[in-house]
């Protein structure tokens, strides 16, 4: 219950600093809200209830935010404490991971990989019970692998969906759309492993 509830209290904070930083960034690149929101084929309402941190972003949405903007969407992660600099490039404590909570959507990401130079990213999520990766398929190129570590995961690649369960394990090639969702009543933690590093 105490988890919950500092979850839950966090939750606007985490909306904030997200919109906050998409508005910065939109306006670094001499763009309107009107410009994005055509950019992305999203409503001006809901751009701005992102900026302003008060409706949910889901991956999908804040994947066309970063593309319209220039950036990779790793660039939102919010960095942990700073490492220990013997450790740096090598391990990530937990403490020190760098994390992605889209806000109200029930989704959070935390990256495992020490950084992006490598040949593979490493990153845990966890899908709230009914939540998803968004209204719209992610497309990406490479590889993607994991393990459903606890709960359940719908996986929808290419108009396949399957049912993964915690110890199932999956691999695919990432040439076409995929989505994910959980249909389960509790919490879904999934382990990605994708190559080549990209977000």
């Known amino acids: 219950m105490k988890t919950e509830l500092t979850a839950a209290a966090r939750l606007p904070d985490h ?5 906050r930083q998409i508005r910065d960034l939109r306006k670094a690149r001499g763009l309107t809200l009107q410009d994005l929101a055509a ?4 409503s001006l309402g809901s751009l ?20 319209a903007l220039g950036v990779e969407l790793s660039w939102f992660f919010a960095q942990g404490t700073p490492p220990d600099p013997d450790e740096l490039a090598m391990v990530v404590r937990k403490r020190h991971r760098r994390v992605l909570d889209f806000c109200g959507s029930g989704v959070r990401e935390e990256l495992l990989t020490p950084t992006f130079g490598n040949q593979l990213l490493l990153m845990e999520s966890t899908f ?23 709960g359940s995961l719908q996986l929808s690649v290419e108009g396949r969906t399957l049912l ?7 691999a695919f090639k990432r ?10 009543r509790v919490p879904a933690v999934v382990l990605w492993v994708v190559t080549p590093p990209s977000y």
Do not use: Y
Request: proline fraction near 6%; glycine fraction near 14%.
């Open 15 to 19: 909306g904030a600093v997200l919109g």
């Open 39 to 42: 950019r992305v084929e999203r």
């Open 48 to 67: 701005s209830q992102i900026e302003r941190g008060m409706s949910p972003v889901s991956i999908s949405a804040l994947d066309a935010i970063a593309q």
């Open 128 to 150: 709230a019970p009914g939540a998803s990766t968004g209204d719209r398929d992610r497309e990406r190129r490479g590889d993607e692998a994991g393990v459903v570590l606890r």
């Open 164 to 170: 993964l369960r915690a110890g199932d394990s999956f």
């Open 175 to 184: 040439h076409g759309p995929h989505r994910c969702h959980n249909p389960g």
